[in-house]
């Protein structure tokens, strides 16, 4: 028992034509998918204005604003001051895996030299507690620094005294996720964007 398939008309046109189809849903699909990854950009750049929407950052810390008022700067928002870490996240088209890209990049690098993927995985999940010795010079700088933290943010006694008794610092610094709170906004409407842009697409063939 068999069957037997006969093709009436020009297919060699039809063909060309599903060709062409294909090609151009391609380079729509490609469109769409950066286009997508730019609104992952902007939605991350909206956490830096709002400082951590929908959720909130923890607040800078006393000596942290108190070494901007030292360098002149007065701002108490947290990953603003040179704007470098929002200014790394880019977006980017992987041609061999057909799939946009947003984020920082592993080559990009700070303005010290220092990998800028190492402090942004710090800031978004934070660090453990590390211990710093505290050197004749960074004892000088301290008591400097001390004048410039906020009302009711003096250094008291028993800080001076432990920190010169045992000659360590111990730093934390708490989590302040800039991509990963987006994801669920990201993800809230992307349904809805795929849906709008797969009508347009079929209404332009």
Known sequence: MGFTVELVGD??????????VSSLMKVRIRSFLIR????????????FVSQGAPG?????SPWTIAGRRLNRFGGT????????????????????????????????KGMNGQSMVNIAKI????????????????????????????RGARMTK?????HI??????????????????LPVFRLNAERRARAWFAGFMLGV
Request: proline share 5%; glycine share 6%; charged share 30%.
């Open 165 to 182: 008794v045992t000659g360590i610092i111990v730093i934390k610094i708490p989590p302040r996720p800039f991509m990963r709170n987006q």
């Open 77 to 108: 928002k947290a990953l603003i001051w040179s704007g470098e870490m929002r200014k790394s996240i880019s977006t980017s088209w992987d041609e061999g895996s057909q799939s946009a890209f947003c984020g920082i990049m592993y080559q990009k």
């Open 56 to 60: 909130k950052w923890p607040k800078l």
């Open 123 to 150: 800031h978004e999940y934070g660090s453990k507690r590390f211990a710093i010795r505290i050197t004749p010079r960074m004892r000088k700088y301290l008591a400097v620094l001390a004048r410039y933290l906020p």
């Open 11 to 20: 297919w060699r046109e039809r063909a060309a034509s599903g060709r062409r």
């Open 36 to 47: 997508e990854a730019e609104e992952m950009r902007r939605l991350v750049g909206h956490a």
């Open 158 to 162: 028993r800080d001076r005294k432990r």
